[in-house]
């Protein structure tokens, strides 16, 4: 289990790397939803989302035969432009591979970053040719299945608890559980009163499927969030879950648009659905914990072009 001191390690180190995002109060949202709302802004965040932290954090752990053989990520979108940025900021040599239903966006920024590009069919394929290359001597550097990056991560959690007002239950999006892993461990640490939430969305369901079955296990993925769409939990990441996090919530897809469109116009900021799916999961939490409710929300990235809205919108009917 990942400490604080190990968190605060990470803060350390990624100083002066990564931005300190900005938390806000939302009167919209709080009007929205009809209770106070606290946000942590990591769509500000330097590559666009919050995993710019846990990548900074890995490369600057590596010793100089590691930078010098180069490292390897696998990614749906976010992690792997961390990666490629955040490698060519620091030079070292990164490859990079994503499925072909990875955002072409992503795409584009981690091959303009410099970074090596290797498509593949899927995710479960993008997770196969990872570990190939990282079998022929490349450092791997996963988007969630390791200590390091889990308290670079983390560090969301740390600035939130310091920055934020009084909150009850923080919500918190999961595609491997490498973000909600860090985010819980240092809000039991700073904020042992508050209840941590996850969500995801339907057809991205590795962690609630993990907790159900009692372990990780392979899940079908269908949610047309990239970003959310991890093949399997981790053992790390589900006895963090497992241990720190009040429960998982499942949305569909539609209304993790929607979310994103009600971001725009109530909390006047631009996410991917990623982050929109956390509105739906506000409104359960509220429904369960009743008055008295103060939420803070992980708005975790912002990496969706107006294409991308576009056409979601155009698909679920949303005007």
């Known amino acids: 289990m990942i400490g604080i001191s190990e968190i605060e390690t990470a803060a350390g180190r990624i100083a002066g790397h990564v931005v300190r995002t900005p938390t806000v109060d939302s009167p919209g949202l709080s009007a929205l939803l009809g209770a106070p709302v606290t946000t942590k802004l990591e769509l500000l965040q330097r590559t666009g989302s919050f995993k710019a932290r846990g990548a900074t954090a890995k490369l600057l752990s590596l010793g100089e035969a590691e930078r010098a053989a180069g490292v390897v990520a696998v990614s749906g979108g976010n992690h792997g432009i961390a990666v490629a940025v955040m490698a060519a900021a620091l030079d070292v040599k990164a490859t990079v591979v994503m499925p072909r239903s990875a955002p072409a966006r992503a795409v584009e920024i981690a091959e303009v970053s410099g970074a090596s590009v290797r498509l593949t069919d899927d995710m ?29 991560q983390g560090t969301v959690g740390l600035e939130f608890a310091a920055d934020a007002g009084e909150l009850t239950d923080v919500l918190v999006s999961i595609g491997g559980g490498g973000l909600i892993s860090g985010v819980a461990a240092a809000l039991r640490a700073r904020r042992p009163g508050v209840r941590v939430w996850g969500v995801e969305t339907e057809g991205a369901q590795a962690m609630s499927e993990a907790l159900a079955a009692g372990g990780p296990r392979p899940v079908a993925l269908s949610s047309i969030v990239s970003t959310l769409s991890a093949p399997s939990v981790s053992r790390l990441t589900y006895d963090h879950v497992s241990a720190l996090v009040t429960e998982v919530l499942v949305v569909p897809d539609r209304e993790a648009v929607q979310g994103s469109l009600d971001l725009a116009d109530h909390a006047k900021v631009w996410t991917e659905p990623a982050a929109g799916c ?7 939490v509220l429904e369960r914990v009743g008055d008295g409710a103060r939420l803070g ?3 975790c990235g912002g990496n969706a072009t107006t294409g991308d809205m576009i056409a979601w919108s155009r698909r679920f009917g949303l005007r």
């Not at 394929?125 to 190939?132: C, N, P």
Request: hydrophobic share 55%; proline share 8%.
């Open 278 to 284: 956390l509105l739906p999961a506000a409104r359960q």
């Open 124 to 152: 479960d394929g993008a997770f196969a040719l990872m570990t190939r290359l990282q079998q022929e001597g490349l450092t791997l550097v996963h988007p969630f299945d390791d200590p390091v990056v889990i308290a670079g």
């Open 297 to 299: 929300l992980v708005v």
